[in-house]
């Protein structure tokens, strides 16, 4: 990521766009806002192991409903949400290092495969086990939180929490990338025989992008768990996954604001798309399509595709 003063300058003027916009919103448009950045936070766990170190992943969403029925079970049990919100991310995180390991074993789409399992496994789970998850009819009245006393649950206080805490992730996400971690998984990404040679622990860095990545996803389930105030199995199924990977591919793997505009596709172009009735998913399958087939690289490979820019 380069952040040169023509990119700092965009940042900025983007995160005063996002602390604005709420205020010429309905309560709905609110809604989807929050959801973006939830999407967002989950899609930059999932775009460090995909994008940077080259792991494909099929299981993301699993890790978010991991998140998500954590907060739900523990929050309605009288636990506090910031209590909730670590512990999410280290359940995830000590998830993600076992679900690691078929990683040190296969790669690619046999790769897909093993993580596609795990998602199974975890939907069946959430939708069996009643006596734990509710089974099918979920967890209602999940609260939101609140913050020196001052209650969170109106849409803007609440959408300016998912705001801060996605900023933070990216932030921590970019010190990531820029440290010799960032390095180790981007050298694990296009060679992983010349990395182990030039000493990068090959076991280490692909169990630590799969357990960091979870971790960014059980963060982002607290949240998605607290916006809807209601949990139940199926946004987490694979289906779930697969557009949580076609958003890190169609913003651009491996950029750093990838998952930013990634999130945005899958979460508000169908809502742009409602003028078209029913027709507006064929459109939206569409327009994805051929966005895969003219840029590949993503949304953000756009500037390199016309002769300018360079990859951010």
Partial sequence: MNLHSPHRIALVLGILALVLLPFGLKGYGIYLLSLWCVYTMANFGLNLGVGYAGLLSLGQAGFLGVGAYTAGILINMGVSFWFVLPLAALNCFLLGLLIGFPALRVQHHYLAFATLGFNVLIFLFMRNEQW?????????????????????NPAIPFYYLVLVFTLLLAGIMAWLLRSPWGRAFTALRDNPIRAESLGVNITLYTLLAFAIGAAFAGIAGVFYATLVEFIDPNPFTYSASLMLLLAVIAGGAGRFYGPVVGAAII???????????????VIFGFAIVALMIWLPGGVLALPERLGFGEKS
């Fill in 267 to 281: 979460v508000l172009l169908p809502e742009w798309l409602r003028f078209a009735h029913s027709w507006y998913l």
């Fill in 132 to 152: 734990l998850t509710g089974g099918p009819l979920g967890i209602p009245n999940v609260p939101r939180p609140s913050l020196f006393g001052y209650s969170l």
